[in-house]
């Protein structure tokens, strides 16, 4: 069949961002869930490829359950190809749920190199046919928030080595460009702390085999909106894993205040104004800001990921035309959605605004304000999980998207 199955849950605005990628290429996909690979999706409609979004790795597991889980792997090792992105590689993984790879994942002893966004210089093997031609001397690949190989032996292959930051590199809240040269150095020797990037050489993008079938794992996000080696790789690797025809044109920026309203919602129309309410509130106090049109940055901490997430999902929501079964489900859930989203809105503009009071007065330590903590909690859950009333409002998104 030669159609791509993007698997939908746990994938918040990284599933929505796959799903933007194939539709802008005019590429045939389908959402699925974790229920029905279970019942037998894969083998009774095996895809040309199953496309693993980036989230929560765990959370993907889990909701594919056990039945889920070897559905996967015999889809795979009957002769299926597998793409995962971040989270969807991690699923892949030996300890990650599927075990497709045997390399597992390499945790952090500093947290500060998980929190690396932006494009970064790799350097592909130039031998692979899964490699595109015109970037087998260098390429510009973005990351976000990425995980890391932990090498295991086995027959895996690395496409892509992570070399030099590239020039909208970020480490947490600082943006390495605006540091004068030999800055990292004089911290590290001054300071004793390390903000350098610790990844060179380390593998970005690795490939390999399971039965009959083939993976490819990549903590660099191809599916990213206006990168174009990226998407060019992307491109690629449809055509090679699973025979797709896809252009190798970069796909087009994602301007999320720019997308048109296509349902007439007071619901979703609400939430729009709400959530670019707070993001502004969070801009004028100097907590968020905009990198790109459709991502935001915000000072380490924060739950800068989990706005920008409900943000993408309802803007796409609205410029998705509705269809029957959504209709029905809304019916029901929409009010439902509107009521957390007034209380979520509430919450977050006096959260933010005492994450701001806390930086003024408490700037050694702004956990010193009472409740801080707790209320974060409250309104997003703690990481990588998540959750709180920002998780209830993220699975009503993802059910009605999913309809869409």
């Excluded at 990037?197 to 206006?226: C, I, K, N, W």
């Excluded at 009472?370 to 703690?382: D, H, K, V």
């Amino acid at each position: 069949m030669s159609i791509i199955y993007i698997y939908w849950d746990e994938s918040h605005f990284w599933g929505l961002m796959a799903r933007r990628a194939l539709l802008s290429w005019g590429v045939e996909h389908r959402l699925v869930r974790g229920n029905e690979i279970a019942h037998g999706l894969l083998a009774d409609n095996p895809p040309a490829l199953l496309l693993v979004p980036g989230g929560w790795a765990r959370g993907k597991a889990e909701r594919l359950g056990p039945e889920g889980v070897e559905a996967v792997r015999a889809y795979v090792a009957g002769g299926g190809a597998y793409l995962g992105f971040c989270g969807g590689a991690g699923l892949a993984l030996t300890g990650g749920g599927l075990g497709l790879c045997p390399w597992s994942r390499r945790g952090f002893k500093d947290r500060m190199q998980h929190f690396l966004s932006g494009h970064v210089q790799v350097r592909p093997d130039q031998e692979s046919p899964l490699v595109p031609q015109e970037l087998r001397e260098r390429a510009l690949l973005p990351v976000w928030w990425p995980g890391r190989f932990e090498p295991n032996g086995g027959d895996v292959r690395v496409l892509a080595s992570y070399g030099e930051p590239g020039p909208d590199f970020w480490v947490a809240d600082l943006a390495l460009k605006s540091l004068p040269k030999g800055t990292l150095g004089d911290w590290e020797a001054l300071y004793g702390v390390r903000i350098r990037p610790a990844f060179r050489d380390q593998p970005s993008m690795v490939e390999g085999r399971h039965g009959q079938g083939r993976y490819v794992l990549s903590y660099a996000h191809l599916e990213t909106p206006a990168s174009p080696d990226a998407n060019r790789w992307l491109a690629h690797l449809l055509r090679e894993l699973g025979g797709l025809d896809a252009p190798s044109s970069p796909l087009p920026a994602w301007d999320l205040a720019a997308l048109p309203v296509l349902r007439s919602d007071p619901h979703l129309q609400t939430a729009r104004e709400q959530l670019f309410r707070l993001v502004q509130t969070g801009v004028d106090n100097l907590l968020l800001f905009w990198r790109t049109p459709w991502l935001l940055g915000w000072r380490r901490g924060l739950p800068g990921a989990a706005l920008n997430s409900l943000l993408c999902m309802v803007c796409e929501a609205l410029a998705t035309a509705d269809t029957e079964a959504a209709h029905a489900w809304w019916r029901s859930a929409g009010p439902e959605f509107s009521q957390g989203m007034e209380i979520f809105a509430q919450g977050v503009t006096g959260y933010l605004l005492a994450e701001r009071l806390a930086m003024t007065v408490y700037s050694s330590s702004p956990e010193a304000l009472p409740g801080l903590r707790e209320q974060r909690e409250a309104l997003f859950g703690t990481p990588p999980a998540g959750g709180g009333l920002h998780g209830q409002l993220q699975s009503l998104l993802e059910e009605l998207l999913w309809r869409l």
